[in-house]
């Protein structure tokens, strides 16, 4: 599926050669770094899960990745993260200056809307459907809103209820909208896409749980960025407030609960329960 994905992205993405030049240039060196193409995937998965052609799927698909990377990039920036290396390659704003890495993550934002808006209406979701979906995962009240929130908390001692709603929005928002926005495609039911939206919930908390405490376990090497970053801001993470078995329990505890929402799907969702069970067990 993740060959499928970069094919479909490279026919999306405006040309190498396309004017102006380096934004495009910028553009896909964020996007062809590397990476899982985790919520692609997940997107066609679920139109396949839902009985449809993933196919079908390709445009949101894309428009989900691209709009990731965007919050990446300024993830990046040294106004936010201050990252060096991303996915084992030096960071967007490092090869092409901070400037033109704050106007590539604005492009690939721009970019996946635009690319979204190309997704085949059904007759249970409209077009307006498919935006209004990732806009709000996307915007303030969560992907957005759950960074601001994980600013404001460094060097402060959050709970584990205020660090779940930072990974709730940060995180599992758009895990969630890639599933949804994948049984939208295919028209799915009611049924299975509240089930879809249960199971990227737990997914997502899940996934950050992990990334937790991967960062605190590997090594800059494997992770492909770098490591102990969390700690060296004062970040509060799951390993730093519950420890890290407790952590890596909650982890299995919440993909449970994720492969259970997909009882509806049958044999059906077994691209999702293999791909669940990889995050659980994943070391980068």
């Known amino acids: 599926m993740a060959a499928t994905v970069d094919r479909a992205l490279d026919d999306f993405l405006p040309p190498l050669k396309s004017a102006p030049q380096t934004i495009h240039k910028a553009m896909r060196y964020a996007v062809f770094a590397g990476g899982k193409r985790l919520r692609p995937i997940l997107c066609l998965a679920a139109a396949e899960a839902c ?6 799927a390709l445009p949101a698909a894309c428009a989900v990745e691209i ?13 936010m ?9 030096p960071t967007c704003h490092k090869v092409f200056g901070e400037g033109m890495a704050v106007l590539c993550g604005d492009a690939l934002l721009t970019e996946a809307f635009y690319i979204l808006a190309q997704s085949a209406a059904t007759s249970r979701y409209k077009s307006d459907a498919f935006i209004r979906e990732l806009a709000l995962s996307a915007g303030s009240r ?3 809103g759950g960074q601001v929130m994980d600013l404001e908390g460094e060097g402060k001692a959050l709970t584990k209820s205020q ?8 995180t ?3 895990l969630t909208s890639s599933l949804r926005l994948g049984a939208m495609s295919v028209n799915a039911t009611p049924a299975k896409f509240h089930a879809l939206g249960s ?3 737990a997914l997502g908390l899940a996934f950050q749980i992990i990334d937790d405490i991967l960062d605190v376990t590997q090594s800059t090497e494997v992770l492909g960025k770098t490591a102990g970053k969390d700690a060296n801001v004062d970040k509060a993470t799951y390993p730093s407030i519950i420890g ?3 952590s890596r329990r909650e982890a299995a505890a919440l993909t449970k609960k994720a492969m259970e929402a997909l009882t509806v799907f049958g044999t059906k969702a077994k691209r999702l329960h293999q791909i669940a069970d990889f995050l659980l067990v994943r070391s980068y």
């Open 244 to 246: 890290l078995e407790k």
């Open 199 to 201: 199971f990227g919930q």
């Open 81 to 89: 993260d201050d990252d060096d290396l991303r996915r084992g390659r």
């Open 172 to 174: 599992a928002a758009l």
């Open 163 to 170: 660090l779940m709603t930072i990974h709730k929005a940060k």
């Open 51 to 56: 009985g449809g052609d993933s196919m079908k």
């Open 142 to 144: 969560h992907l957005i």
């Open 67 to 79: 709009l990731h990377t965007y919050s990446l990039v300024h993830d990046d920036l040294p106004c």
